[in-house]
């Protein structure tokens, strides 16, 4: 009996190991309640740009291009017949928004993301939790979490290296004027400030110069106290 009740541990410890990673929100934040699943993707059906299923998953950046392919969100430059045309917001590098996350402020997510390639520059590639609001900065000599456009900084970590070709997944959550970033196996970026505070904290991503970029796996919980 003994050994077949440990069977049955394994067993089911077994089953719990291979539940989809989305299906266990993340706890970033103490004493919050994680809600509904409002929004979860593998991006396994094709979308094409510009279509209207496009117009409702995300909203591309500078003209840059995103389309669901391959099973990722892929993301390149604007054209450069639209760069040669604009003095400013030419989309060298590949921005997206994802509108699943347009109408809330507190909420947790989960994502990965790639990027394939691209020349690192002063700018480095980041997401952000509004435009200019929460901004995460990567580059290859570290990781830094800004807040008020890009003026303060709330918490670094110099020994994240940003490389090409490398998946990464993240847990994130803003919440109230709070925000939590955890890399997996990596760092883990906590700060408040007031800026965030009812600001609109939708999810942004933005690449590399020249390069391209994936995401994958995408969920959003809702948070609430």
Not at 189 to 206: D, M, P, Q, V, Y
Request: with cysteine; charged share 20%; net charge negative.
């Amino acid at each position: 009996m003994k050994l077949l009740a440990a069977l049955m541990i394994i067993a089911t410890l077994a089953f719990l190991s291979s539940v989809s990673v989305a299906s266990q929100p993340p706890q970033l934040f103490d004493q919050l309640e994680v809600g509904q699943v409002v929004f979860a993707s593998d991006f396994s059906t094709p979308v094409a740009a510009k279509s209207p299923q496009a117009k409702k998953l995300f909203s591309a950046r500078q003209s840059t291009q995103w389309e669901v392919k391959e099973g990722v969100l892929h993301g390149q430059p604007s054209t450069e017949e639209f760069q040669r045309s604009h003095k400013d917001h030419q989309g060298f590098e590949p921005r997206v928004t994802l509108l699943s996350t347009s109408k809330l402020h507190n909420y947790a997510v989960r994502f990965s993301f790639r990027l394939n390639d691209g020349e690192q520059t002063k700018l480095g590639s980041f997401f952000e939790f509004g435009h200019h609001v929460a901004r995460v900065t990567m580059k290859s000599d570290g990781v830094i979490l800004h807040a008020d456009h890009e003026s303060i900084t709330l918490a670094e970590d110099p020994t994240f290296k940003l490389e090409t070709g490398t998946w990464y997944h993240v847990d994130a959550a803003v919440f109230g004027d709070q925000v939590c970033v955890q890399f997996r196996d990596g760092p883990t970026l906590k700060a408040r400030h007031e800026t965030i505070l009812n600001a609109e904290t939708s999810l942004g991503f933005c690449g590399l110069k020249g390069g391209t970029m994936d995401l994958d796996d995408v969920t959003v919980w809702a948070l609430k106290e």
